[in-house]
């Protein structure tokens, strides 16, 4: 084993993400790799639908754009690139970068991977009888995109054949890191736990500066919010890395927010399921090495699946979402009733017309903690009434739409804000996740235009997990006092569909075993009983001195079907640090916690 390290940098954590990133790892990061990762459902749905129009589109237009000023030094400094900006159109998507880099004189090998889109086997698949892998309903009849995750294999392929530049459809987002590393140091298909900690080291830095400070809970101590460092691992042979970021830039990187993005949007942390390796992360240790540096050690890999999850997207009727203001008396009481009258109009308009009801409406008044339930504390005299609504047939929406503005002669004063005017009556994008064998999908790889052939494992190997270390929970006993869990923890929610995930790291190991006890999983469901609808899962994470808690059906549908405003439960771990934890009132005064209810 030798001590050679690979340097891999992130620079696009979604589409939209500022191009600034791009120059700033070139020009200063010291990378081997440069990775993007630009894809989410709703992103995959709105190239489908940019395709259809035009032939020549279906990807991101930004990955061209950005890149192509930066070739020259990238050729010149040896950093090979690799980003799922594909989309639906990875030959699309190669063609453009091509010509912009003949174009400026530069010679760069691309290679392409394919086999994602599955949408021309909608007819078979149907056919097939497959149903929704979590709430079980019939295969649409109309699909948008329908695309496989695939894993870090065809990647490494392409690199291997001699492609400088990687260009992707739908992948697994930490493949993109994954795929150089086993290039790079010749990761095998059964080296489980090496496959396991690449992947950590790519969900780490796939999510952008995310991982380098940004929505942090201490974001006080965060400097630099407008020059944030972009995330940098540094891996290992062994599969063991460093996470940093790029230097003399903002952020903040220290186990604690390293732990947040491990846990973002992740599941069963002992059966992380990913398309090449099955990941336990519970073991993983974070270790502060250095100024922004953090070493990552501990991931183990459970073998594999044999088959990919396949997300496609369909249209589900149609929805709307409006805000109003109002500053005025009783600002909150008064935006309820607004609601309950928009409401109320627009349903006796239904009936008029002979039109069905609603089949969701969400009434959110932001500023008086809507999103808290019962919870909420605020008194506010200034507050936004939200309201989104979604409907099977669209003349009802046009209706709810222009219904809206009336409201401001009619009902409250000091009823204003139409800054958006009539709200946009768009279809509404549902998600419909199965499982497809790997045998079954045709994954391709082509450099410069020539197939490469490329092998799959696809057999499914399930290894047993090792015994987890007893996880204690400890009751602060009589002599107790009541803290804020943001003073013991840190904390950070995601979504996957309609599943929210909330990530609990204690600040120091010993206060794990009092939130273990208070934060049981009934009392996370009774906290957010005025969301989720479904069970709530706890996890232990040993390693990291942490929680994991999912939240079952608590986002009105999932992010892309949801009219609420958190669709995606991004506020929902902050919202949980706002609890009360007993401790001792010994451990309290040792460490300066404020008491902040009775005992």
Not at 329 to 349: H, N, Q
Not at 352 to 377: C, H, I, M, T
């Given at each position: ?137 019939a295969f649409p009849d109309e699909i948008w995109s329908m695309n496989a995750y ?450």
């Amino acid at each position: 084993m030798t001590d050679r390290k690979l340097r891999i940098g992130c620079a696009s954590g979604f589409w939209g993400d500022t191009p600034e990133a791009v120059g700033q790892l070139v020009s200063r990061g010291e990378i081997d790799y440069l990775v993007f990762d630009y894809l989410a459902e709703v992103t995959m749905s709105l190239m489908a639908r940019a395709r259809a129009k035009s032939p020549e589109a279906g990807f991101a237009p930004d990955f061209v754009k950005a890149l192509t000023p930066l070739l020259a030094e990238i050729k010149r400094k040896g950093i090979k690139v690799v980003a799922n900006a594909g989309g639906v159109n990875p030959r699309g998507c190669r063609d453009a970068l091509a010509k912009a880099a003949e174009a400026a004189g530069i010679d760069i090998s691309i290679g392409v991977v394919l086999g994602d889109d599955l949408l021309d086997q909608a007819d078979e698949i149907r056919a097939s009888g497959v149903t929704e892998m979590f709430s079980g309903t019939a295969f649409p009849d109309e699909i948008w995109s329908m695309n496989a995750y695939l894993g870090a294999r065809p990647i490494a392929t392409a690199l291997d054949a001699g492609a400088e530049i990687v260009i992707t459809g739908r992948c697994a987002d930490s493949a993109v890191a994954l795929g150089p590393l086993m290039h790079e140091f010749g990761w095998k298909d059964d080296d489980w736990d090496k496959l396991s900690q690449g992947s950590l080291a790519g969900h780490l830095i796939e999510c952008g500066p995310q991982g380098t400070g940004g929505n942090f809970t201490d974001w006080q101590d965060v400097p630099g919010w407008d020059d944030m460092g972009m995330p940098i691992v540094e891996v290992a042979g062994d599969g063991s890395f460093v996470m940093t970021k790029t230097a003399d830039t903002g952020g903040l990187v220290v186990p604690g927010s390293v732990g947040e993005q491990m846990l973002y949007e992740i599941g069963d942390p002992r059966g992380y399921l990913l398309p090449d390796v099955i990941c336990d992360w519970s073991e993983v240790t974070l270790e502060q090495v250095g100024p922004d540096r953090v070493l990552v050690k501990g991931g183990k890999g459970l073998g594999r699946t044999g088959s990919y999850k396949v997300s496609a997207t369909h249209a589900d009727g149609w929805r709307a979402v409006s805000t109003l203001t109002l500053a005025a008396i009783d600002a909150p009481a008064k935006a309820e009733r607004v609601g309950e009258a928009i409401l109320t109009r627009c349903r006796r308009i239904f009936r008029d017309k002979n039109l069905g009801d609603f089949r969701q409406v969400s009434v959110e008044v932001l500023g008086a903690e809507a999103a808290y339930g019962p919870n909420a504390r605020a008194q506010t005299r200034e507050v936004v009434l939200k309201i989104g609504a979604v409907h099977d047939d669209r003349h009802a929406m046009n209706v709810f739409a222009s219904e809206i503005a009336p409201m401001a002669i009619s009902t409250a004063q000091g009823l204003t804000g139409f800054f958006a005017g009539r709200p946009k009556v768009q279809p509404l994008v549902r998600l419909f996740s199965f499982l497809q064998l790997k045998a079954d999908t045709p994954v391709a790889v082509e450099v410069d235009g020539k197939e490469v052939p490329v092998t799959i494992a696809d057999e499914a190997v399930r290894l047993d997990p090792p015994a987890l270390p007893s996880v204690e929970s400890r009751e602060a006993g009589s002599d107790a006092v009541n803290v804020r869990l943001v003073d013991l923890a840190w904390g950070r929610s995601g979504d996957k569909g309609d599943i929210a995930n909330i990530a609990i790291l204690a600040r120091k190991p010993d206060y794990l075993p009092y939130i273990r006890s208070a934060l049981t999983e009934e009392t996370v469901k009774s906290y957010f009983a005025h969301l989720c609808e479904g069970p709530v899962e706890r996890f232990d994470l040993p390693g990291s001195h942490s929680l994991n808690f999912l939240l079952h059906e608590s986002l009105g549908g999932g992010g892309i079907a949801s009219v609420r405003i958190d669709p995606q439960g991004k506020g929902f771990a902050q919202m949980l640090l706002d609890i009360e934890i007993p401790v001792p009132t010994d451990l309290a005064a040792r460490d300066g916690l404020t008491a902040s209810g009775s005992s």
